[in-house]
Structure formats: structure tokens, C-alpha cells
């Protein structure tokens, strides 16, 4: 039960087998921030955060509420490296087969046929994964860990990057599920949009009058130069003082909360701080790095109650614990 198509894509795919430093990935990651804000005005840090999530190999979270752009980000960014995009519309009657992709009996070769569903892309926006039920929901978590998703008992490797960008309504609350803490530690991010200041409102409506800004908008690298830019962040030094301040920061957490970051959590943190470290043009982790990334990334993870104050835990964590 191949898929023709799917093994193609692999084949073409390959591997980044070409090394190149810091500074060209640098160079690719911030090219493609400068592109997403030809249509995204405002929130440069938020941009930011995502970008150090995808050079770090990971998924981000949007929580905020409806119309701010969570959605025109995704597609921005996918469309910025020329990857290919896909969109998953969460539902409460949406099926695990809907997300991941069915077999189908094809009556002319007598065999089963693979048809892949979105979750087979290179950016793929789950749009309020919290309208789902927690079994479409799990249809996620192979997939987000290992890169693959298993139908029928046969494994199908996804595209290389994969990344899941999911948005969560936090508004209707009372019409949705809550996502499961498997899911969530799965999440190397949240991030909160928030509201356009005034002056970039107006800009925005400017962009928007007549043509949207996404149709016109192209790639600014090739995938190929955006894979080796996220092989190199991999290569980022961090060294054993950054991981002990990390471990230091993730212990805090759960010493001081019902439920505390996880070991996935600390690799995150320090996948994302070497994505960070790449787009300030460095081969090495510094503690402003861990600071920048430690709220975004470690919030989600903790529970004490209420999410404002895991936010401030995790700042406690920040003022509590010498990077030195």
C-alpha cells in the first residue's frame, strides 16, 4: 500500500546534505521574517518566536482571538520558503482519518491505496484545534513527535520540515475541548498576537484595500535553503553551563507547581534558543537566548491554575535562578 505521489515527494526531498554557516542561515531566517511582514504588520516579535520554533524543529501555538491574523501567519510563513501548505478546519465531528489520511480500495488494481490527508505538508494550520474531540486531537501526536502518522498499521513519513502551527480560540471557551497535556507538551510554543496598535491598523486596512497582500506574495528562499538553515541551528553550540540554567529553570517550575515542565520542555527550551542564537547571527547559546525563549516556551507546561499565573511562575523561575 504505497503512494506514488508521497514517495515521490520523499525522494525529492532528500536530506540537507550541504553545510553552510551562520550567517547565510541567519541570513534565510530573517528573509523570511521580512517577507511574512509584507502581510503580517505588526507583532515582529511574535514572527520572531515562530521562526526560532521552526528552526528549532517544532510546533507553535496561537492562542488569541478570532480575526488577528493567527491564520494569514501560517500561510505566510509556509508560502515565504516555498513550502507546501495545508489547512485543517477542527470540528467536533472531524475524524482522526480526516486529519492523518485514509485507505482506499482501488477496484482497477484490486489494491489499497494511501490517500494522504493535510497533515501531509510542510506548514500545516490546525484552525481551532480545540473545536475537536480529544480522539481527532491524538490523531496529532505521533505525527508532531516522530514525523510520521500510522494508518492501518503502516508508517508514512511526512515532509521534511513538518510543522504544526495550531490556533485556539480563547474566547467561546464553554464550545470547545480542552487540549490534553500530551498535546500541549508536544507544543514547543504559545504565542498571543494580541491586538495591532492603531497606526499599524491603518497601515494594515491600506495593504488590504483591493488585492490581499498573500496573493501576491512569493517566496523569499527555496526550501532547500530553509532546510540547511534549520540543519545549521542544530549544529548551534549549547554549551553545559546553558543546559544545567535550562534544567535549573525547568526544576523551579516544578518545584513551585502542581504540574511542572517536562524533560520535552528543557529540549525545546534549548532547541529554541538555538534558533534564536542562528538569527542573531551567533554559533553559541547565551543566557539572553534561554530568557527570551523560557516564557513562550515553558508556560503551557506548567499548571497552577490559571495561565496568567503560569506566566508568572515562569518569571519567578527567571529572577529566581543565576544563569551564571
Do not use: C, W
Not at 275 to 294: C, F, K, M, N, W
Amino acid at each position: 500500500m504505497t503512494n506514488p505521489e508521497t514517495d515521490f515527494q520523499e525522494a525529492e526531498q532528500g536530506t540537507p546534505t550541504e553545510t553552510v554557516d551562520v550567517e547565510t542561515a541567519s541570513d534565510v531566517a530573517t528573509a523570511v521574517i521580512e517577507n511574512v511582514e509584507e502581510v503580517v504588520v505588526g507583532g515582529h516579535e511574535q514572527i520572531e518566536h515562530v521562526m526560532t520554533a521552526l528552526l528549532g524543529r517544532g510546533h507553535v501555538l496561537l492562542e488569541d482571538v478570532p480575526g488577528v491574523g493567527k491564520t494569514m501567519l501560517a500561510r505566510s510563513i509556509a508560502r515565504s520558503f516555498d513550502g507546501t501548505f495545508k489547512r485543517v478546519q477542527f470540528t467536533p465531528d472531524l475524524l482522526p482519518s480526516d486529519v492523518t489520511g485514509v485507505n482506499i480500495y482501488n477496484q482497477q488494481t484490486q489494491e489499497f491505496e494511501f490517500r494522504p490527508g493535510p497533515i501531509f505538508a510542510n506548514v500545516v494550520l490546525g484552525d481551532e484545534i480545540n473545536r475537536a474531540p480529544p480522539k481527532t486531537q491524538s490523531a496529532l501526536l505521533e505525527a508532531m513527535e516522530e514525523e510520521q502518522a500510522t494508518v492501518d498499521g503502516e508508517t508514512h513519513h511526512l515532509e521534511d520540515p513538518f510543522t504544526v502551527i495550531a490556533t485556539q480560540n480563547t474566547v467561546e471557551g464553554d464550545q470547545a475541548y480542552e487540549l490534553p497535556m500530551a498535546e500541549l507538551d508536544r507544543f514547543t510554543k504559545t504565542v498571543t498576537l494580541g491586538y495591532p496598535e492603531p497606526y499599524e491598523e491603518v497601515e494594515m486596512l491600506d495593504r488590504v484595500v483591493g488585492h490581499h497582500p498573500i496573493e501576491e506574495l512569493t517566496p523569499a528562499v527555496t526550501l532547500a535553503e530553509f532546510r540547511r538553515a534549520r540543519a545549521r541551528a542544530a549544529e548551534v553550540t549549547v554549551s553545559q553551563e546553558i543546559r544545567e540554567y535550562a534544567t535549573e529553570l525547568a526544576n523551579y517550575t516544578r518545584e513551585h507547581a502542581s504540574l511542572g515542565a517536562s524533560p520535552r520542555g528543557t529540549i525545546a527550551l534549548l532547541r529554541a534558543t538555538q534558533g534564536r542564537a542562528l538569527l542573531s547571527g551567533r554559533e553559541y547559546v547565551i543566557p539572553d537566548d534561554v530568557q527570551t525563549e523560557a516564557i513562550p516556551v515553558l508556560r503551557h507546561r506548567v499548571r497552577t491554575g490559571r495561565n496568567e499565573e503560569s506566566t508568572a511562575l515562569v518569571r519567578e523561575a527567571l529572577d529566581s535562578v543565576d544563569p551564571a
